[in-house]
């Protein structure tokens, strides 16, 4: 017998409808979103997500270049779903740490990252304080909002997020409450890299970090617009420059011989008020040690130069500055000056303009007095940048935090390439404009 066509008729709308809510979903999130909370005391940005069975909060130090997530696991590392890395498993291997087939060290406690023998083993590091323990490859849940760009999304799951297990002594130096690092870097472990493989998304992400410790800014990762609540969206505003690879991992003495998982860029001189500032250009490439060149660091509060860069930065800066007062220097840094003359802008106070001159013909990155100056009391005020000393120097220019706050970045592990926009504060904007995703 025929159905009657009415029936027929929604057979087929209802037919329809489900199928378009099934691709919706299938098509996944677009965007994940964590929020950057700065710690006021450590100078640290801060992120949370959530891990384990049952899920907890785990706080974390947002590590650029780092390459990993690592969590202490030595203590109170509770979860039915944590699963090692096995030795010699596809995992162990993205993880580069195929030559590391070793039973763990004696001193580290059997139980989470200590599980097998052999067992994948690795150096979780903390970059804030340089020290390194050995740890396991492991795996668990974890959970990060996403959004569709405009709003907030469901909660997704990541079931097998890989992390480096490491010890209790390593979280010393990290701020209150932070139990490991949130590694965004050039590995195929890494925050966006993971995430990208799990669901799908574009190798890419977007970077803001506020200036100020009572404001959120925010990591995004996936394909842009990274839109603001503005009718504009990062397209309109940024400048790409190239990243480049370090071939030589110069931060954790026991991974010679990998590539760095940091982030450089190819700046070719500073100008200063417009003016190139006299320096040795050799020091701004990478020599075959990979030593030298330019990288952006969340783990440095403050850019850190070379010492004969920064010798020259703060002559030409200075000079640069000539209706202000100079007072003494306050540590770390060593330029200082009373502000009752400094004027102030939308962009912070009214000092000369420091351009970070990239390799592309035409193409500079602009810090403004926001960016290039620190308030240490009332009436003084410092440039923000730090002298790294002759002898111990590695990368000449490293970038620090206070110099990208307010700034979008986009990090574009595929085309490789880096996109900023400068201070955000000329267009009267904030990373803070991103809350309505990190929060609400
Ligand atoms: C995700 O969003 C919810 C609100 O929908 C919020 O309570 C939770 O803290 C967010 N999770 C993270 C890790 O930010
Ligand atoms: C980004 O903003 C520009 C200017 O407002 C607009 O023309 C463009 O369509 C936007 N792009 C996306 C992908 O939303
Ligand atoms: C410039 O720096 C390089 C690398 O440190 C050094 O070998 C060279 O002597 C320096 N040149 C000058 C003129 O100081
Ligand atoms: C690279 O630069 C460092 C620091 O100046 C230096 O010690 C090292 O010898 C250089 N390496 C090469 C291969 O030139
Ligand atoms: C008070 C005053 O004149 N301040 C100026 C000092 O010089 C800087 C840099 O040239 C100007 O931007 C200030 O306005």
Same mark, same amino acid.
């Given at each position: ?9 929604? /057979? ?47 706080? /974390? ?6 390459r ?28 580069q740490a195929?030559k590391e ?8 406690? #059997? ?11 690795r150096f979780p590091q ?6 390194a ?42 701020? &209150? ?10 590995t ?13 998304? &574009? ?8 200036? $100020? ?5 925010? #990591? ?11 009718? $504009? ?15 030589v991992n110069t931060e954790v003495r026991v991974l010679r011989g990998e590539a760095s998982a ?16 006299? /320096? ?16 952006? $660091? ?20 200075? $000079? ?9 220097? #306050? ?31 035409? #193409? ?77």
């Amino acid at each position: 017998m025929a159905f009657p066509s009415s029936l027929l008729f929604s /057979l087929l709308c209802l037919f329809l409808y489900t199928s378009s809510s099934l691709a919706k979903t299938k098509s996944g999130p677009k965007q994940l979103v964590l929020p950057i909370y700065k710690d006021a005391s450590t100078l640290q940005y801060l992120t949370q997500i959530k891990q384990r069975t049952p899920l907890v909060p785990v706080h /974390l130090t947002i590590d650029l270049g780092g390459r990993s997530l690592w969590t202490d696991c030595e203590h109170g590392y509770i979860s039915t779903s944590i699963q090692p890395g096995g030795c010699g498993t596809t995992q162990c291997r993205l993880a580069q740490a195929s030559k590391e087939c070793e039973p763990c060290q004696p001193t580290f406690p #059997v139980g989470p990252g200590c599980t097998n023998s052999p067992t994948c083993w690795r150096f979780p590091q903390n970059t804030v304080t340089r020290s390194a323990s050995g740890g396991e490859l492991a795996s668990d849940i974890i959970t990060i909002n996403s959004t569709d760009g405009k709003s907030r999304g469901d909660v997704v799951i990541v079931p097998q997020f890989l992390f480096f297990c490491g010890l209790t002594t390593i979280v010393d130096g990290l701020a &209150k409450g932070v139990t490991g690092m949130a590694g965004l870097g050039r590995t195929k472990i890494s925050f966006p890299v993971q995430l990208a493989s799990a669901l799908k998304l &574009k190798r890419k992400f977007a970077l803001c970090l506020s200036s $100020s410790a009572t404001s959120n800014g925010v #990591v995004i990762f996936g394909e842009g617009p990274y839109n603001f609540p503005t009718n $504009s969206n990062d397209s309109t505003f940024l400048t790409y420059t190239s990243l480049i690879l370090n071939k030589v991992n110069t931060e954790v003495r026991v991974l010679r011989g990998e590539a760095s998982a940091e982030y450089f860029i190819g700046v070719k001189s500073i100008r200063i008020n417009n003016k190139p500032v006299k /320096l040795n250009t050799t020091l701004l490439q990478i020599n075959s040690s990979g030593y030298g060149g330019t990288k952006i $660091s969340t783990v440095n509060p403050y850019t850190v130069l070379e010492t004969s860069i920064y010798n020259a930065v703060i002559k030409a800066f200075v $000079s640069e500055l000539k209706n202000v007062t100079r007072v003494p220097a #306050v540590a770390p840094f060593g330029a200082c000056f009373s502000s009752k003359n400094i004027g102030s802008t939308r962009v912070g106070p009214a000092v000369p303009t420091i351009d970070l001159v990239m390799e592309e013909s035409g #193409v500079f990155w602009r810090m403004f007095g926001a960016n290039s100056m620190v308030r240490v009391t009332k009436n003084v005020m410092c440039l923000g940048f730090v002298d790294g000393g002759e002898a111990t120097f590695i990368t000449s220019i490293v970038i620090g935090g206070h110099q990208v706050e307010e700034n979008l970045l986009t990090f574009d592990l595929d085309k490789s390439r880096l996109g900023f926009s400068s201070s955000l504060l000329l267009r009267q904007i904030t990373c803070e404009n991103y809350r309505v995703l990190a929060h609400a």
